[in-house]
């Protein structure tokens, strides 16, 4: 009898809910029955709610079963569920479950089904047909196709990426750098970590074609240290790079040179924006660097350097293999492509959805999401993390779009909804914005620095109910002093969830 | 804290000399020291200074910038307690007082006898399972209270 294949996996959602238990009691209970079976520890499908979420291989396809609890073992052995064989946990084949079937996954289309780490497994599903098609182009070609798919940078700015890496390719240096930053200090945010743990050869590979496109011959992976599991995948696919000659000194026998190497942040929020992120690689502090120059012309330790998100290098591979064209034709308006969703907080159907930029708040929310994991109406959602407005049910039928984000005072950001059910208190989301911003200031400019804390005063005040109309207004014009006197995102924006709590939440705001 | 031993001054010197060559090499080598001896002693900054070539105000303000590096011993196990949106979402002020009130320590403090220290966090990736935590580098979601006892329990033996 030929081996089962069993998928378990390692991805830190799964494991933070009993995955490593679940994959040793499988392998235990095959040992004991004597079933020759081969556990393979995959990235997750991005169905948070059905983790862990077993897959077994079988003659009718894989059938996944949902979510196992290793005490739920023996009971799957016995029902045959190497066989597909029926079980309460039982959903089937993934590919039939419409949250993942009505997705786009495009960036994601390995996460869950490959092993992150087996290169060959990598091979086998597309992988390196990217690279392989940019070794026979010119950079300027390249550069090209990626201006031409209309991707907009995913790590929040939204910034177009083919004009960031002209800029690049036309800056001559004696060295260029590369730095993808994987900091993802968003709240609400997981996609960066899902794609590094389920499948870093794709940002690998998207990396080395950057490389290859503007000339740089270093690059850096900046990630954040609270992603031990990310970290883990990271190296041992970096090293398998390396030894399989795609990355080093002669690309896949090209005669290219490209070195990558991942360095982890501190625990600062502030080191995701970029020019910090450069102080910090440079083993400074994490302070933000005024602009011009751009990084793209004076970035890490001086040299042209492009930066850019996990998510928008990971989709350069798809881009360069299908064309620019391809992924152009997903989207709408000047959103080109997909964006990867990530719902949050309180939701029933929590988890990853890779969707065509187009798709509506309330879809997310009610077609993916299943409503609150509360089973209370959804009063407020939080979009593009901390910086991020709130949005009231008013609006949910937003299009996920930037311009239209943009028309309504809000940010598509990195892709984050987190949503509340009716017991949340804005008025505290609007005060914990404040001093998540006097925390996390790196002290540069007046206005972040100290405004924050005052806003925090202010909005005391406010609650307190002495002279609350006047420390309302107080509160709008502290804001405008953030909004247009601050250097960088996190003092400029940290008005759009305090302003946005105001505006459509005021009763909140006024305690009896 | 404000001498290292031999033993740590031992492993600060090999630690310089290993990374000393990386371009900005100053975050690893923190990094190194931190995860060797659990923080990074005040003594070690002339150290990292004369190895580095930086001045001392440099690196103790590197050290003093950045939330996870710390200047005094940690507990035997660090629990990190996400507190951002998603997990308030989801009770996590409740599993704070709650956190707060079992191991009988506020944030940034030591349990008297070792075990845990307890570390706010901003966000640990796990959102669509929040309220999120993490015990030294391993990760759990949808802490109850309940739960969180049972984790704690299970840790005090490790
Ligand atoms: C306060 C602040 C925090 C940020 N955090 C991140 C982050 O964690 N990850 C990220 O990719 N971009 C972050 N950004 C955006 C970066 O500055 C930059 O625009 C981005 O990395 C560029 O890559 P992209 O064009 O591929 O998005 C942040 C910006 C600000 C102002
Ligand atoms: S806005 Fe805040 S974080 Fe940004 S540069 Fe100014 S002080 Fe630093
Ligand atoms: S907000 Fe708590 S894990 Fe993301």
Redesign the pocket.
Known sequence: MSSTTVFVPRDAAALSLGAEQVAQAIAGEATARRLDTRVVRNGTRGMCWLEPLVEVQTAAGRIAYGPVAAADVPGLFAADFLNGGGHALRVGPVEAVPYFNTQDRLTFARVGVTDPVNIDDYLAHDGYKGLTRALGMSAAAIVQQVTESGLRGRGGAAFPTGLKWQTVLDTPADQKYLACNADEGDSGTFADRMLMEGDPFVLIEGMTIAALAVGATEGYVYLRVEYPHAHRALDEAIATAYERGYLGADIMGSGARFNLHVRLGAGAY?CG?ETSMLESLEGKRG??RPRPPLPAVKGLFGMPTVVNNVISLATIPIIIDKGAAFYRDYGVGKSRGTLTVQLGGNIKRGGLVEKAFGVTVRDLLYEFGGGSASGRPIRAVQIGGPLGAYLPESQFDTPLDYEAFAAIDALVGHGGVVAFDETVDMSQMARYAMEFCALE?????TP??IGSTRGVEVIDRILSGTESRLHVELLAELCDTMTYG???????LTPYPVLSALKHFPQDFVKV | MDSVDSIGTETIGRIVARLRGLPGALLPVLHAIQAELGFVPPAAVPLIAEGLNLSRADVHGVISFYHYFRDAPPGRHTIRLCRAEACQAMNQRALEAHAKERLGIDFHQTTANGTFSLEPVYCLGNCACSPAMMVDHELYGRVTRDRFDEIVVAWEDR
């Open positions: 502030i924006e302070e933000v200031s790196c002290g540069k400019c972040c620095r601050s250097l960088c995102g996190l003092g400029g």
